[in-house]
């Protein structure tokens, strides 16, 4: 079971909103550690999606953004197209177990 | 551009064995932190353990501690994973990931920026 919390699924129409939240506690969302999102669309490897308070690596369209509060960050996703259809995993710092952590994983089915 | 190869998976058996390799190219291998991720089949990511690029410290998560063994060769490019005591649950994809810091951020607010394409261990 993840440090991290995130809904194994969300689904959405073309063209709508989603979001994909991440879950944590005191010891790393909260503490004040970076998140970071990746994208693994399936059969292939895992490539970073966002990093930091919201930067994306080239390629990443801005229809894509992220948000923190507290303990828990999300991933929003306007504009929903056929290919963001993949898993996405959130990662922090926890500085109680002094890992590197990810979320479980949140499988995004575009219907 | 940066680019990681893994290679040295196979199949096991418990109590046995591997030794992972990933190497890079396309950026200054010795500027960088590695890491080794695993995704067991059907399952979600990892981490297992990073390397600073000096080689000089090192990080396992706590179910690999004492068994798997991070290390890194900067006149080769290459980063290795030693894994002994091989046990079913480390049957996994391992992949090889470089760890960026943050500008103006500490080394624990790393992420992962290039991945290879993993190497497949099965342990049965």
């Known amino acids: 079971q993840s440090v991290l919390t995130q809904p194994p699924s969300v689904s959405g129409a073309p063209g709508q909103r989603v979001t994909i939240s991440c879950t944590g506690n005191?010891?790393?969302?909260?503490?004040?550690?970076?998140v970071h999102w990746y994208q693994q669309v399936l059969g292939t490897a895992p490539r970073l999606f966002i990093y930091?308070?919201?930067n994306r690596p080239s390629g990443v369209p801005d229809r894509f953004s992220v948000s923190k509060s507290g303990t828990s960050a999300s991933l929003a996703i306007t504009g929903l197209q056929a290919e963001d259809e993949a898993d996405y995993y959130c990662?922090?710092?926890?500085?109680?177990?002094?890992?590197?952590?990810f979320g479980g994983g949140t499988k995004l089915t575009v219907l | 551009e940066a680019q990681l190869l893994e290679s040295g998976g196979n199949l096991v058996q418990p109590g046995g064995s591997l030794r992972l390799s990933c190497a890079a190219s396309?950026?200054?291998?010795?500027?960088?932190?590695m890491s080794w991720v695993r995704q067991a089949p059907g399952k979600g990511l990892e981490w297992v353990s990073t390397?600073?690029?000096?080689?000089?410290?090192?990080y396992y998560a706590e179910s690999v501690k004492g068994r798997l063994t991070i290390s890194r060769d900067n006149s080769k490019n290459t980063v290795f994973l030693l894994m002994n005591s091989l046990r079913a649950e480390d049957t996994a994809v391992y992949y090889c990931?470089?760890?960026?810091?943050?500008?103006?951020?500490?080394?624990?607010?790393?992420?992962?920026?290039?991945w290879g394409k993993g190497t497949t261990v099965t342990v049965s």
């Open positions: 390397i600073s690029g000096s080689g000089g410290s090192t």
């Open positions: 990662q922090s710092y926890d500085s109680s177990l002094s890992d590197w952590i």
């Open positions: 005191s010891s790393n969302i909260g503490a004040g550690f970076d």
């Open positions: 396309g950026f200054t291998f010795d500027r960088y932190a």
């Open positions: 930091g308070s919201d």
């Open positions: 990931a470089r760890a960026k810091v943050p500008t103006s951020r500490s080394w624990f607010h790393h992420y992962m920026d290039v």
